[in-house]
């Protein structure tokens, strides 16, 4: 069965400094893997996707992420953070054997102080 | 600018009403999908549809029920509302797997439903 983990309910940074939001996950076939982000009130939002090839994905607004298959994770990272990054991130991963299902993680809330 | 669109972002009702939670797409998109999103336990799938009148379960389809008689329309129905079934529920819809792998979710802005 696919499942994902996010370790960490909030993470806290300084605008300026890296962040980094972790994500590890289980699935039979190979994954597929997704960040999205919910802003207050809003839906959730596209950030970027691993499907093969180069470890290092890069998405929306600056975010970039790692793809790890020895430990299988898949960090959100970027290099400086500001205010507005403030937000509810998910990961989540779908089965590449054909399945439909995509299977989110528990969230991790991201603050980022000025 | 595509979208998906929830027709109700708040909805209150009492325990024992009938509850549908309409969903429609612009995007001719063959799969759709019902999430709840609670605190702490993230999204959880309820029900998918990947074409115009089939279902199937996800990972929490008890309670619940759902409609596709057209293809830009997903209904997620509680046929007997129950307090524990108050949540934010969340509909997405994507294009089918043979459209290029791993097709990204659209999501709505969300049914914010309380049960009293």
């Known amino acids: 069965a696919q499942s994902v983990a996010q370790p960490e309910d909030q993470v806290n940074v300084a605008e300026g400094n890296p962040l980094t939001v972790k994500c590890t996950y289980s699935v039979s076939g190979n994954p597929y893997l997704f960040w999205y982000v919910q802003y207050p009130n809003r839906g959730l939002q596209f950030l970027l996707k691993?499907?093969?090839?180069?470890?290092l994905v890069k998405g929306s607004y600056g975010f970039e992420a790692e793809f790890n298959k020895s430990q299988t994770s898949f960090h959100l990272k970027k290099p400086s953070a500001l205010v507005s990054d403030s937000a509810l991130y998910f990961c989540a991963v779908r089965d590449s054997n054909g399945g439909f299902k995509t299977i989110f993680g528990a969230g991790t809330r991201l603050f980022v102080k000025a | 600018d595509v979208k998906v669109t929830q027709s109700s972002r708040y909805l209150v009702k009492r325990t024992g009403e009938k509850v549908f939670l309409e969903c429609v797409q612009d995007m001719d998109h063959e799969n759709m999908f019902w999430y709840r999103q609670d605190p702490g336990l993230g999204l959880r799938l309820i029900y998918f549809?990947?074409?115009?009148?089939?279902?199937e379960k996800g990972d929490i389809p008890e309670g619940y029920s759902v409609s596709r008689e057209k293809k830009e329309r997903f209904s997620l129905i509680l046929e007997s509302a129950s307090t524990n079934q108050t949540s934010m529920y969340l509909c997405?819809?994507?294009?089918?797997?043979?459209?290029?792998?791993?097709?990204?979710?659209?999501f709505g802005a969300g049914s914010r439903l309380t049960v009293l």
């Open positions: 549809s990947y074409d115009v009148k089939m279902k």
């Open positions: 691993y499907i093969t090839g180069d470890n």
């Open positions: 997405a819809s994507s294009p089918s797997q043979g459209a290029g792998g791993a097709n990204v979710l659209t």
